[in-house]
């Protein structure tokens, strides 16, 4: 039996178990070579750098040498994209954790697998901390088999805060595929009178829409002007892009940009001389309520498939932030403003409309991959562009784009995947609201599909993960000496009484293990979250055998 180093830097639960490290407690320089090498990368990277990367490993938008690497059987973590340093746009170097991205092979599956009491021994101890409170769920399979090796209520329907993201990318990645993008367009003229919705801006269960009615209009579709074909009208058509930028300079991940769209819709109009134009905005591609179950919220903007920079009305790109109230009203004075600056004659305001299914397409601008998109959501924990995943997961099976239809499409897409699904809701893409339930089994199960040689395309979910101590929601934890630090791999989960953390981690003997745990009715978050990470560690420090 193996262990790792650093169980005072994580545990102060007496070491009464067989499985315990035989070396003396110290640091990561205790660590066998092979995992000292991945640890050793992290830091140098992040030290060379001067920091690490804030915008997550996603910071180039495509990690299409580790999507390649993850296809072709080669092995490796991390990657650079390019020049510039970290959280500049189109540059930096993300963290490399070789241990925590391996694909399963052959030598992955030569390392022996813990067992369950060995597992049980490490785990046990620590889940009798009283910041977990009295409901607490785990799980802890085999990558390699798919066999859950420890669980603890690991069927008990949970609330899984923002863990459930990791389903909403299996999902959407099963079903547009990682290289897809969404399309934000321009065409001539529309196809009729209102927004598709009724002509009263109010989604199917009578919620007023963002892009709905205007300030004075009376709700009737006959208020709406038709932008019809021939009157000189041009269309602004949503396609569902959560990243799409109004800005001069972008952020991470090159995303779309409005300017783009506005410079080739301007060239593209002067090419048929024509110099004035009405401007029409068309968000029917997602249908219902676009205001999520917990209102106003700076953690997310109403759910819309036209918006720029997420609503925000700071200069952020993540994390909380004031929203705008109608993102796709917005996005469209944006644009018809940035027209104007390019010698085109907008005339009024623009006004929601339908474009028709036959209108000409002016220009178009596409969004980063799917893959990127993934991977930007699971790093930063990013509510916006999870429920844009969920709603296109949605589009693809060709049902509502509401939150009720895409929670059905989630769903679905699992079960071709083989999942266990029973207990489980998805009430939104995102994990905010509470009446989602998982099980601690479905997300182990999820992490062990993206982790199968056989399923390329869901790859992302692994790469997006945060890195312990490094990325993403996990930067600025496991900041003590940790047999977790730059060794696990996870996503987060909080709400108020909530504490999830789901992922991946190598053990002592190189076994890839993924694994979910979860507490609800926690009273101490900060404890609970430090409880989580313990349990986390307590993996990455043992072959449990």
Avoid at 151 to 179: C, E, F, M, Q
Avoid at 348 to 361: D, F, S, V, Y
Wanted: net charge positive.
């Amino acid at each position: 039996m193996r262990g790792r180093g650093c169980e005072r830097g994580w545990s102060g639960v007496p070491e009464t178990g067989w499985w315990r490290s035989r070396r003396p407690a110290g640091g990561w320089w205790d660590l066998p070579a092979w995992q000292l090498a991945a640890v050793s990368a992290v830091l140098g990277l992040a030290l060379t750098a001067g920091a690490v990367t804030a915008a997550g490993p996603w910071d180039s938008g495509q990690r299409t040498a580790e999507r390649a690497r993850a296809a072709h059987g080669e092995r490796g973590g991390g990657e650079r994209h390019g020049g510039g340093l970290p959280g500049q746009p189109g540059g930096g170097v993300a963290p490399q954790a070789t241990a925590v991205l391996a694909a399963l092979d052959a030598t992955a599956g030569s390392a022996p697998p813990p067992t369950a009491t060995g597992l049980g021994d490490a785990l046990t101890p620590l889940l009798d901390d009283p910041a977990l409170g009295s409901r607490s769920s785990v799980a802890v399979a085999d990558a390699l088999t798919g066999r859950i090796v420890h669980g603890t209520r690991r069927n008990a329907p949970v609330v899984p805060a923002s863990t459930i993201k990791i389903a909403t990318a299996v999902a959407a990645l099963s079903a547009l595929g990682p290289d897809h993008r969404l399309t934000t367009e321009v065409v001539t003229g529309g196809g009729g009178e209102g927004d598709g919705k009724g002509g009263d801006g109010k989604g199917g269960d009578g919620t007023e829409e963002a892009g709905g009615k205007d300030a004075g209009e009376d709700g009737k579709s006959a208020a709406r002007k038709r932008a019809a074909a021939g009157d000189g009208t041009i269309v602004l058509v949503g396609g569902g892009d959560p990243t799409l930028t109004a800005r001069a300079a972008r952020g991470p991940g090159n995303p779309a940009s409005l300017r783009d769209l506005a410079d080739r819709t301007a060239r593209a109009l002067k090419e048929k001389d024509t110099r004035a134009v009405r401007l029409a905005y068309d968000t029917s591609r997602w249908s219902g309520k676009a205001r999520h179950s917990i209102g106003v919220n700076e953690n997310i903007a109403p759910v819309v498939p036209l918006s720029t920079d997420m609503g925000r009305l700071d200069d952020s790109v993540r994390g909380p932030a004031p929203r705008s109230a109608d993102p796709a009203r917005d996005a469209a004075g944006t644009f018809a403003g940035l027209l104007r600056e390019r010698g085109i004659t907008v005339s009024g305001k623009p006004r929601q409309a339908t474009a028709g299914a036959g209108a000409e397409r002016l220009a178009a601008v596409r969004s980063m991959p799917v893959a990127a998109l993934v991977e930007r959501a699971l790093t930063n924990s990013d509510n916006d562009i999870a429920e844009a995943l969920a709603r296109e997961t949605a589009v693809a099976a060709g049902v509502p784009a509401s939150f009720s239809g895409a929670g059905r499409a989630v769903r679905d897409r699992l079960a071709g995947l083989d999942l266990p699904l029973r207990g489980a809701r998805f009430a939104d893409g995102s994990g905010l609201d509470r009446d989602d339930r998982l099980t601690a089994a479905l997300l182990a199960q999820l992490l062990v599909r993206s982790a199968d040689p056989a399923r390329p395309e869901l790859r992302p979910v692994l790469t997006g993960l945060p890195v312990a101590g490094f990325s993403g929601t996990l930067r600025g934890r496991y900041t003590d000496a940790s047999a977790g630090t730059g060794m696990v791999r996870a996503k987060t989960g909080t709400l108020t009484g909530v504490n999830t953390l789901a992922g991946t981690v190598v053990d002592a003997d190189g076994r890839l293990l993924s694994f979910a745990f979860v507490t609800n009715g926690s009273t101490d978050p900060h404890g609970a979250q430090t409880a989580l990470d313990r349990l986390a560690s307590a993996l990455a420090n043992c072959g449990c055998r």
